[in-house]
């Protein structure tokens, strides 16, 4: 089993950074697949970016050369670097960790982007 907890959401301007984190418990955080996704209002649960137990990285389109992920294994902790945000990023994010047929979910954290 595993518990996942998001922080670091919050209200930003365009064009300004924040930092999520998702901080893991439970064992063997570092073979799970990390993963961010979002989800704004009557939308789908939409994949941001994951990352693989070998540091392995894929980003959605539109949030390429923008978001970069990164895990810490010492800390059992998974980040998302947002820059250049937009109101177009404004949504629930959600923390994933997937291993097989394991896979488990955070209760998210809120990013809105406006002025």
């Known amino acids: 089993q595993v518990q996942l907890v998001e922080s670091g959401g919050g209200l930003v301007q365009p064009g300004g950074s924040l930092r999520l984190s998702c901080a893991a418990s439970g064992a063997n955080f570092a073979i799970y697949t990390m993963g961010w996704y979002r989800q704004a209002p009557g939308n789908q649960r939409d994949l941001v970016a994951t990352i693989n137990s070998r540091g392995s990285t894929n980003y959605a389109n539109s949030v390429q050369g923008r978001f970069t992920i990164s895990r810490d294994n010492a800390k059992n902790t998974v980040y998302l670097q947002m820059d250049s945000l937009k109101p177009e990023d404004t949504a629930m994010y959600y923390c994933?960790?997937?291993?097989?047929?394991?896979?488990?979910w955070g209760e998210g954290t809120l990013v809105t982007v406006s002025s």
């Open positions: 994933n960790a997937k291993f097989i047929a394991r896979n488990y």
